[in-house]
C-alpha cells in the first residue's frame, strides 16, 4: 500500500509539475499578427465525413479572404481540431483552442450535440463561435456570443409540411426518420407539428437507426398505412437507400427530406428509385446562378468532388465571420460578437443571411424536385415575415420551364 | 502508534494535499501559481479515467473476466445521478440551505447523488452480470458491449433526460471530489484485493475449474466483483457528467469502453499502480497527439488497436505486469508464481510439446 | 397477409446473411474455442474488396452477371487470404496463451482493421455498384420479392451446400471436424493442424466476404463500420444455434434475421419502438445463456481438466 500511495503521489506531483503556471497571464492577443481561428470538428470518427466536409469549405473561404488580401490588412490562419464526434472531447478542444492557441473566433460544430458542449467554454471566455450546420434551437440559446448560419429545425420541418400540405396537397404522411440524430428528430417534431395544424394527418411513424441495413420491415408497415406522402429527414446515406428499398416495394408516394439528403452519394446509392422525391434546402448546387457556379467549380478544381450542403455552410460560415472581423476593425470579443450580431442580408452561397435576435440565420429555404440526378427548383419558402425582396440568389433565377410553370413566381 | 490513528492521520494528510490542489486548479490558484483552464481539463479527466481503470481492473484484471461494456455503467450512474440534480437539486437545496449553508448543502447533495449513481450501476450490473458470469468462457464480453449499446439506446429513448440532444447538468465536481474517490476506489479496490476476497478472485482468475473443485462459489465471487465494478464506474459517471456539465451518449460509445480496457492492459492488468499509470497515459496521448503535423492525428485509433495487439503479441501482462510500484524488479527475479507470465497460464503444457521423456529416470516395474 | 409474406422474405434475407457470418464464428471457435472478433470486419473488407474489385476490372459501368460472379469470387479470395493472414500473425503467436489475452488480441485485430479502413478510405459511405438488374417480382398482393433477394437466397444456399460438402465428403473437412473435437489428438494422428486451422479460418473468411458483397447488392451502402454491428448479430446467430454446430449457424441466423423482422415490423403495435431492433439480437442472447447456454442444436461440452 505504502508503495502504491508513493506511486501515485509520483505521479500526481509530475503531472501538476508540469501544468503549472503563474495565474494572472496576459489576455488574447490583438495586435497585428494573423487573425487565428479555431474549427473543430469530427475529423477521425463515425461521422468524419460532415467534419472534414465543412473543414473544407472553412478553408476554401479562409484561402480566398487570404488572397484577396487577408481582413484589414491580415491574413487568416485556420487553426483545425478533431474532436472525433464526441461531446466530450469537443469541449476539451474548445478549451485548447481558447486557452492554448488563443483564438479570436470559432467556426463549428456540425452536430448540435458537440455544439453544445463545447459552446459554454465559448461564451464563458467571450470568444464567439458560429456554427456551421447546428439546426438544434437550444445552441444559439447558450448564450449572445453562438451564432449559427443555418435554418433552425422549425423551420426547416416546417417548410417542408407547408410544401406537401399546400403544393402536394397531401392529406396522409408517413415519416420514417432516423432515431440516434437530433437532426432528424427536430425536423421530424416540427414537420408533424406544422403538418397537423395544415389539416394534415400523419398515418405512420418508423425510425431507424445510421448503419442499418435493411429498411424493408419499416416501409412495409408504412406502405401498409397508404401515406400521400413519407417524410424522410435523415442523412444521404441512409436516405439513398430507403428510397432505393421503397421502390422495390412499389411505394409510388414521394419522399420528402431535408438538407440532410445533399450529397454527390445520395445518387450514387438511391440512383432512379429518387426521382420524384422533394427535398428542403439552402440552395441547389445545380442552381446556374453566377455566384453558386462560381463557388461548385472552384470547389471541385481544389477537391475533385462536388460540395455538398455542409461544404458550402462552413464555407459561408467562415464568410461572415470575417465579414463580422472586418465590419468590427477588431478581433476583440465583445466587438467582433457585437458585428456579427449585426450581420444582415449577406450574400452567401447558402442564401441571403440576416441574424436575428436570437442569433439564428434568417433566410428563405429553397423545396427543390430530384429528377435525373439533378435538383429541380420548385418554389422558395419564406420564414415569417420575410417576403419575395429578401430572395436568395438561387430563388430569382428559375430554371427552366418546368420550374416556372408550377411554382410561384419568386420575382 | 497503533494502526488506527496511523490511517487516520494518512487520511488527513490526503484531504490536506487534495484540498491544496483543488485551489491549486481553480481559477485563483494557490500563491498565485496555477494550471491552464486546458490542462487542468486534462487533468480531472485523468482522474476520471483512473477511478474507471482500477475499476475496470478489479473484474478484468484480478477476476480474469473480460468486461468491454464498461462505459454503460458509467452511463447508468451519469444519468441517474443527472435526473436527481437537474430535477430534484434546487428544491433540495433550499430546504437544506436553511439548516447547514450552502456549500454543505451542495456536498451533501452531490454526496447523495454519487450514491444513487453508483446503487444504479450496482443494479444494472447485477442484472448483466447473473445471466453472463454463471457460464465459463467468453459470453461475458459480448454481453457486455450489447448491453452497453442497449444502455445508450434506451437513455436515447428517454426524452426527459435529453434524449439525441443532450443533457445539461448543474457542475458540482471539482478536484477535490475526483480526488478523494479516486483515493477512495484504489483504497477500496487495493482492500479487496488482499483480503480472501481478492485471493479468490485471483484463484477463478488463474483456473476456474480448479478454483470451483476447491470449494470457491465462483460464480458468486465472479458477480460481487462485477457489481462493485459496475458501481465504482457509476461513481466516475456521476463526476464525470458533473464535470463536463452536459450528457450526451455519444460519449458513452464503444471507443470508451476500449480506452478503458487499453488503459489497463497498457499498465498491466494485474496491477494498482498499472491501471493508475495507464489512465494517465491514454488520458494525455491524445492531447499530445494533436501537436503532431497534420492528419497524423487520424491515425490515433490504429496506433491505439495496433498497440493494443502488439503488447499482446510481446508483453501480455503490460508493464507492471502483476506488481504494484517499486524497484522490485530490478533485482534478480525470483521462480515466484506471480512473476513474470502472461495474465493466466494455459492448462498444463500441451502433449505434443513436452520435452521428450526421459528414460534413464524411469521407474522400472518390479 | 401479403405484408405477413413480406416481412418473412425481408426476415430470411438477412438472416441468410447472418447465417453466411456465423458459420465463421461457429467454425472458428468450434476448432480453437475462439471468438474471433474480427470476422464481422470481414464481411466488410469482402464488400470493400468487391466494390474495388468491381471498379478496377471495369464492372462498375453496368450490370453484368460475369462482373457479379467474378467481383463475388475475387473477394472471396481475397477475404480468405486476409483470414489466413490474420490467424497467421495476430492468433497463433498465442493461441498457447490465456483466453484473455487472445480476446483482447482479436478485439485489438477488429478494430486495428477498422480504423485502417476509416483513416485510408474515410467514413463516409460509399456506393457499392449495381452489379444486378434489379427488378421485383409480385407474389401475391402487394408482397413482392426483389432480384438481389433471389440472389442472396441462392448463392447462401450454394456456399453452404458446399461448405457440407468440405466438411463430411473431403479429406480436409474429416480433419476439420477431429481438429475440432480435440486437437492435440489430431495431431497426434498426423494432421497438420496449423493448416487445418488455416484452411478453417480461410473458408469463414470467404464466406463472410460473399455475404459482404451479396448485402451490398441489396443495400448498396457501404462504410468501414458496417461490420460491428452485423458480425455481432451474427455472433449471437452462431450462439443460438449452439457455437460449433455447423447447422445451428444456420438455423440461428435465420432466426435472428426472421426475429429482427418481425420486432421491426410489428413491434410497434406492442410498444417496442423500431430502433431495438438491434436490441432483439441481445435479448435472444440474454434469453439463451439464461435457459440453454448451449444453443438451440448444441450439445453440452465436457470440460476435461
Known amino acids: 500500500m505504502k508503495r502504491i500511495s508513493l506511486a501515485l503521489l509520483l505521479i500526481t506531483s509530475l503531472l501538476f509539475a508540469f501544468a503549472c503556471e503563474r495565474k494572472g497571464g496576459p489576455g488574447v492577443g490583438n495586435g497585428s499578427g494573423p487573425i487565428v481561428i479555431g474549427y473543430y470538428g469530427d475529423l477521425s470518427g463515425r461521422t468524419s465525413n460532415f467534419g472534414q466536409s465543412t473543414k473544407e469549405g472553412v478553408l476554401m473561404a479562409a484561402d480566398e479572404i487570404n488572397t484577396a488580401g487577408g481582413i484589414n490588412g491580415r491574413q487568416v490562419t485556420i487553426l483545425s481540431e478533431d474532436d472525433e464526434g464526441r461531446p466530450e472531447k469537443a469541449a476539451t478542444v474548445v478549451t485548447k483552442l481558447i486557452d492554448q492557441d488563443r483564438v479570436v473566433a470559432l467556426l463549428g460544430e456540425v452536430a448540435s450535440g458537440n455544439t453544445l458542449a463545447a459552446a459554454p467554454k465559448a461564451q464563458a471566455a467571450k470568444v464567439p463561435m458560429i456554427s456551421p450546420s447546428s439546426t438544434n434551437p437550444a445552441v444559439t440559446q447558450v448564450g449572445d456570443f453562438i451564432f449559427r448560419v443555418c435554418f433552425i429545425d422549425p423551420f426547416q420541418g416546417e417548410v417542408m409540411a407547408k410544401f406537401a400540405a399546400n403544393t402536394l396537397k397531401a392529406k396522409k404522411a408517413a415519416i420514417m426518420l432516423d432515431f440516434n440524430s437530433p437532426y432528424s428528430r427536430g425536423l421530424t417534431e416540427f414537420f408533424e407539428k406544422s403538418f397537423t395544424t395544415l389539416g394534415g394527418q400523419i398515418v405512420n411513424k418508423q425510425s431507424y437507426t445510421q448503419g442499418d441495413r435493411d429498411y424493408k420491415g419499416q416501409l412495409t408497415a408504412i406502405r401498409s398505412t397508404n401515406p400521400d406522402v413519407i417524410y424522410v429527414p435523415g442523412y444521404y446515406g441512409e436516405v439513398g437507400v430507403i428510397a432505393k428499398q421503397a421502390q422495390q416495394l412499389g411505394i409510388k408516394a414521394p419522399l420528402l427530406g431535408g438538407d440532410g439528403w445533399d450529397a454527390t452519394q445520395l445518387w450514387e446509392l438511391g440512383g432512379d428509385a429518387l426521382n420524384g422525391d422533394f427535398i428542403s434546402n439552402h440552395y441547389s448546387v445545380d442552381d446556374p446562378s453566377p455566384a453558386i457556379q462560381k463557388f461548385v467549380s472552384q470547389y471541385q478544381g481544389r477537391y475533385s468532388k462536388r460540395p455538398d450542403a455542409l461544404a458550402a455552410l462552413g464555407y459561408d460560415a467562415m464568410r461572415v465571420l470575417a465579414d463580422g472581423i472586418k465590419r468590427a476593425g477588431s478581433t476583440e470579443g465583445t466587438k467582433l460578437r457585437d458585428a456579427i450580431a449585426q450581420t444582415q442580408k449577406f450574400p452567401g452561397v447558402t442564401g441571403l443571411i440576416s441574424l436575428d435576435a436570437q442569433r439564428n440565420a434568417v433566410k428563405p429555404a429553397v423545396v427543390l424536385k430530384l429528377q435525373d440526378r439533378k435538383y429541380i427548383y420548385q418554389e422558395t419558402i419564406y420564414p415569417e415575415g420575410m417576403g419575395p425582396e429578401a430572395a436568395a440568389p438561387a430563388a430569382t433565377s428559375s430554371a427552366g420551364p418546368v420550374a416556372a410553370a408550377n411554382s410561384p413566381s419568386p420575382k | 502508534m497503533p494502526i488506527l490513528v496511523k490511517r487516520l492521520f494518512a487520511a488527513l494528510l490526503i484531504v490536506l494535499l487534495l484540498i491544496a490542489m483543488n485551489q491549486f486548479m481553480s481559477d485563483q490558484g494557490l500563491f498565485g501559481f496555477g494550471v491552464p483552464p486546458y490542462y487542468g481539463r486534462v487533468i480531472m479527466l485523468a482522474g476520471i479515467n483512473v477511478i474507471l481503470a482500477v475499476s475496470l481492473n478489479l473484474i478484468t484484471g484480478f477476476t480474469g473476466q473480460f468486461s468491454i461494456g464498461h462505459a454503460g455503467f458509467m452511463a447508468v450512474g451519469a444519468y441517474t445521478s443527472a435526473y436527481l440534480t437537474v430535477y430534484y437539486a434546487q428544491v433540495w437545496e433550499r430546504s437544506l440551505a436553511g439548516l447547514v449553508g450552502v456549500t454543505v448543502a451542495h456536498a451533501l447533495i452531490f454526496l447523495f447523488a454519487i450514491l444513487i449513481g453508483a446503487i444504479a450501476a450496482a443494479v444494472a450490473g447485477l442484472i448483466v452480470g447473473i445471466p453472463s458470469l454463471r457460464l465459463r468462457g467468453d459470453y461475458l464480453a459480448i454481453v457486455t458491449l450489447g448491453f452497453a449499446e442497449i444502455i445508450r439506446i434506451v437513455i436515447l429513448n428517454i426524452d426527459k433526460v435529453g434524449g439525441a440532444t443532450g443533457f445539461t447538468v448543474p457542475g458540482y465536481t471539482n478536484f477535490l471530489w475526483v480526488g478523494i474517490f479516486a483515493v477512495l476506489t484504489v483504497v477500496i479496490v487495493y482492500n479487496i484485493v488482499h483480503s480472501d476476497m481478492g485471493r479468490a478472485l485471483v484463484a477463478i482468475r488463474e483456473d476456474e475449474l480448479a478454483a470451483e473443485a476447491m470449494g470457491i462459489n465462483t460464480t458468486r465471487y465472479k458477480v460481487l466483483s462485477f457489481v462493485i465494478s459496475s458501481a465504482l464506474a457509476g461513481m466516475a459517471g456521476v463526476l464525470f457528467g458533473h464535470y463536463t456539465q452536459f450528457l450526451s451518449t455519444n460519449d458513452f460509445q464503444f471507443i470508451r469502453s476500449f480506452e478503458i480496457i487499453i488503459m489497463i492492459v497498457l499498465g498491466g492488468m494485474g496491477s494498482l499502480t498499472g491501471a493508475v499509470f495507464g489512465a494517465v497515459v491514454i488520458t494525455i496521448m491524445p492531447e499530445l497527439l494533436r501537436r503532431l503535423p497534420g492528419d497524423l492525428s487520424q491515425y490515433r485509433l490504429v496506433v491505439y488497436s495496433a498497440m493494443l495487439i502488439i503488447i499482446m503479441l510481446t508483453r501480455p501482462q503490460g508493464l507492471m505486469g502483476t506488481r504494484e510500484f517499486g524497484l522490485s524488479w530490478l533485482k534478480r527475479p525470483q521462480r515466484r508464481p506471480e512473476g513474470d507470465k502472461p495474465v493466466g497460464e494455459t492448462k498444463g503444457v500441451p502433449i505434443a510439446e513436452q520435452s521428450p521423456v526421459d528414460r534413464s529416470k524411469e521407474v522400472k516395474p518390479r | ?305
Open chain 3, 1 to 305: 397477409m401479403d405484408t405477413f409474406v413480406q416481412q418473412l422474405i425481408n426476415g430470411l434475407t438477412i438472416g441468410a446473411i447472418y447465417a453466411l457470418i456465423a458459420l465463421g464464428y461457429t467454425m472458428v471457435y468450434g476448432i480453437l474455442r475462439l471468438i474471433n472478433f474480427a470476422h464481422g470486419d470481414i464481411y466488410m473488407v469482402g464488400a470493400f474488396v468487391g466494390y474495388f474489385l468491381a471498379f478496377q476490372l471495369g464492372f462498375a459501368a453496368g450490370p453484368s452477371l460475369v462482373g457479379l460472379v467474378v467481383v463475388l469470387i475475387g473477394s472471396m479470395v481475397v477475404a480468405a487470404l486476409v483470414g489466413m493472414a490474420i490467424e497467421r500473425f495476430a492468433y497463433r503467436p498465442i493461441r498457447k496463451y490465456a483466453r484473455m489475452t487472445t480476446l483482447i488480441t482479436a478485439i485489438g485485430v477488429s478494430l486495428f482493421i477498422e480504423n485502417l479502413f476509416v483513416a485510408r478510405l474515410g467514413a463516409a459511405p460509399r456506393a457499392f455498384p449495381q452489379l444486378l438488374r434489379e427488378q421485383s417480382y409480385t407474389l401475391f398482393g402487394n408482397a413482392a420479392i426483389s432480384k438481389s433477394q433471389i440472389l442472396i437466397f441462392a448463392v447462401s444456399i450454394l456456399l453452404m451446400l458446399l461448405l457440407q460438402w468440405i466438411i463430411f465428403k473431403t479429406k480436409v473437412g474429416t480433419a476439420m471436424r477431429a481438429v475440432s473435437f480435440n486437437l492435440n489428438s489430431a495431431k497426434l494422428m498426423g494432421i497438420n493442424t496449423d493448416a487445418i486451422i488455416s484452411v478453417t479460418f480461410a473458408l469463414g473468411s470467404a464466406l463472410a466476404a460473399a455475404g459482404g458483397v451479396l448485402t451490398a447488392q441489396y443495400n448498396p451502402q457501404i462504410d468501414p463500420l458496417m461490420g460491428i454491428i452485423t458480425g455481432l448479430k451474427a455472433f449471437v446467430a452462431a450462439v443460438l444455434g449452439g457455437i460449433g454446430n455447423i447447422p445451428g449457424a444456420v438455423l440461428g441466423g435465420l432466426l435472428i434475421g426472421l426475429a429482427e423482422t418481425f420486432v421491426v415490423g410489428y413491434g410497434q403495435n406492442v410498444g417496442i419502438p423500431t430502433t431495438f431492433r438491434d436490441a432483439v439480437a441481445f435479448a435472444i442472447l440474454i434469453l439463451v445463456l439464461l435457459f440453454r447456454p448451449t444453443g438451440l442444436l448444441g450439445s453440452t461440452v465436457q470440460e476435461k481438466v
